[in-house]
T-cell receptor, first 113, second 109 residues
Framework: DGGITQSPKYLFRKEGQNVTLSCEQN?????MYWYRQDPGQGLRLIYY???????QKGDIAEGYSVSREKKESFPLTVTSAQKNPTAFYLC????????????FGPGTRLTVL | EDQVTQSPEALRLQEGESSSLNCSYT??????LFWYRQDPGKGPEFLFT???AGEEKEKERLKATLTKKESFLHITAPKPEDSATYLC??????????FGQGTRLTINP
């Protein structure tokens, strides 16, 4: 059963802590993406990766970091430098990043206490 | 700057009352326009991709159309289960989608 999984579904963080959000896909897609969604706003791109061991910053990369050591995994770390991290985080993947559809995971809701 | 604007922000219809959602875009070199459906607390679900003006695609009660400046998502005889937020996105440069803020659709029984 192919798809994208994200964990955890809900995450609570104290101020000053780093947290890592997991994203795994078994679709054999080359490209993976991280978006942030805030109420009333469109999805905004944080980071994306076209191939293993390579990734690029999106529009709002400050305070975030990623790695792409395996094709199927693209974890996102929200660092203490991110000033307003409370949001819904979405991971996506696509087979051909130049023209193809991005498919999304179920999301992780991060709340800073 | 690439931009996507969706209207209306929210739409409430009675079951069976057909209507359309609008997605206006400004982009240099459109490579594709995407429609997604998003239920509360869940990830977006892919609906359609449109690549060129004049193209149309249908799925059950939904039909998406594309012109050079906008796309419409027509919903015919909607049911309560069609209630969701509908997202529009455009792909201009490589790898990057630009999303609108969405239209929240409510279908009352």
């Amino acid at each position: 059963d192919g798809g994208i999984t994200q964990s955890p579904k809900y995450l609570f963080r104290k101020e000053g802590q780093n947290v890592t959000l997991s994203c795994e896909q078994n679709l054999n897609h080359d490209a993976m993406y991280w978006y942030r969604q805030d109420p009333g706003q469109g999805l905004r791109l944080i980071y994306y990766s076209q191939i293993v061991n390579d990734f690029q910053k999106g529009d709002i990369a400050e305070g975030y970091s990623v790695s792409r050591e395996k094709k199927e995994s693209f974890p996102l770390t929200v660092t203490s430098a991110q000033k307003n991290p409370t949001a819904f985080y979405l991971c996506a993947s696509s087979d051909d990043p130049s023209t193809d559809t991005q498919y999304f995971g179920p999301g992780t809701r991060l709340t800073v206490l | 700057e690439d931009q996507v604007t969706q209207s209306p922000e929210a739409l409430r219809l009675q079951e069976g009352e057909s209507s359309s959602l609008n997605c206006s875009y400004t982009v240099s070199g459109l490579r594709g326009l995407f429609w997604y459906r998003q239920d509360p607390g869940k990830g977006p679900e892919f609906l359609f991709t449109l690549y060129s003006a004049g193209e149309e695609k249908e799925k059950e009660r939904l039909k998406a159309t594309l012109t050079k400046k906008e796309s419409f998502l027509h919903i015919t005889a909607p049911k309560p289960e069609d209630s969701a937020t509908y997202l529009c996105a455009v792909q201009a440069g490589a790898q990057k989608l630009v999303f609108g803020q969405g239209t929240r659709l409510t279908i009352n029984p």
